[in-house]
């Protein structure tokens, strides 16, 4: 098994531009989760999905879509980038409400 | 919502020492705790985890024990090394996975 995978692992957007971050993960999980981890802040849950179809909000999901059409696949859009999004963004999965979470290795997104 | 705080922010011990790393949660609903290791340049790992129907659990060197009246729980590290150096994360959860500050562990030989 591959686990969660995340592209690209490291991007430079312009404000105002949009972009998508990938996540797959291979483990048949129905929990999905995008966070993003800024120094000093922890992680803090940006979206997250219980299944296909199935998406809700977390913490911060102000200026990120998310769309859950397969099991398999996880999208995180940004619609427009702020400087306020630079950060480092991890996708996550788990079997069930109290399984093990798996996080892929992270995407680095600097805007400038 | 559920808020996690977490605490030391940093800690610092000598090789062989003990750490406790301490969190407390806001919403009593919440019914596990898991505590994940994350080292430089990768995603966060789970160490060890822990239920509200159990009040501690151990893995050798590591456990973790819950109070459930109090909102709180911590995790302890004996006997440490050098390569537990990391950074450290409780969480808490009744469905989203809500997580800590983060405590930077450094174990000086």
């Known amino acids: 098994n591959a686990g969660v995978t995340q592209t690209p692992k490291f991007q430079v957007l312009k404000t105002g531009q949009s972009m998508t971050l990938q996540c797959a993960q291979d483990?048949?999980?129905?929990?999905m989760s995008w966070y993003r981890q800024d120094p000093g802040m922890g992680l803090r849950l940006i979206h997250y999905s219980v299944g296909a179809g199935i998406t809700d909000q977390g913490e911060v999901p102000n200026g990120y879509n998310v769309s859950r059409s397969t099991t398999e696949d996880f999208p995180l859009r940004l619609l427009s980038a702020a400087p306020s999004q630079t950060s480092v963004y991890f996708c996550?999965?788990?079997?069930?409400?109290?399984?093990?979470?798996?996080f892929g290795p992270g995407t680095r997104l600097l805007v400038l | 919502g559920e808020n996690v705080e977490q605490h030391p922010s940093t800690l610092s011990v000598q090789e062989g020492d003990s750490a406790v790393i301490k969190c407390t949660y806001s919403?009593?609903?919440?019914?596990?705790f898991p505590w994940y290791k994350q080292e430089l340049g990768k995603g966060p790992q789970l160490i060890i985890d822990?239920?509200?129907?159990?009040g501690e659990k151990k893995d050798q060197r590591i456990a973790v024990t819950l109070n459930k009246t109090a909102k709180h729980f911590s995790l302890h590290i004996t006997e440490t090394q050098p390569e537990d150096s990391a950074v450290y994360f409780c969480?808490?959860?009744?469905?989203?996975?809500?997580f800590g500050q983060g405590t930077e562990l450094s174990v000086k030989p």
């Open positions: 969480a808490a959860s009744q469905g989203k996975l809500i």
């Open positions: 996550a999965s788990r079997l069930a409400v109290q399984g093990t979470q798996y």
């Open positions: 919403d009593s609903a919440s019914n596990y």
């Open positions: 483990m048949n999980h129905e929990y």
């Open positions: 822990i239920r509200s129907n159990v």
